[in-house]
């Protein structure tokens, strides 16, 4: 009984250090989002360059911006671009969609990825 109490107080431990790991800073997923501005626009009327204008991306259905022009496999791919689905594609978008048009190869930090989600659900 005791193994298992202690098991569960360090599961615990464990999933709030990951969570507080994980917790994005939109200031600094502001900054974070600099080096996806050559390909991306973030403001309210801003225009869609190479890739759509993310202006309230945070719950958008994956190829629903009016007006751009998406690959195949993103019209397919029927996502919604929750905090969750958004950290699964920045990491890799490849991996996610195959057959994506974002050459990106994606952020590999955990803490920069939440940053740019923080960020990006702040504009509505």
Request: glycine content about 8%.
């Amino acid at each position: 009984m005791k193994i298992a109490a202690a098991i569960t107080v360090l599961a615990i431990a464990v999933a709030g250090t990951a969570a507080a790991q994980t917790a994005g800073d939109p200031v600094k997923g502001e900054k974070v989002f600099q080096r996806c501005k050559a390909c991306h626009s973030a403001e309210k009327d801003g225009a869609d360059k190479l890739g759509p204008n993310l202006w309230g991306v945070v719950g958008r259905k994956s190829a629903s911006e009016d007006g751009f022009n998406y690959s195949p496999a993103m019209k397919a791919a029927n996502k919604t671009w929750d905090a969750a689905t958004l950290d699964v594609y920045l990491t890799k978008p490849a991996a996610l969609v195959p057959g994506t048009r974002m050459a990106f190869p994606g952020i590999p930090s955990a803490q920069d990825r939440a940053d740019v989600i923080a960020y990006l659900s702040g504009l509505k």
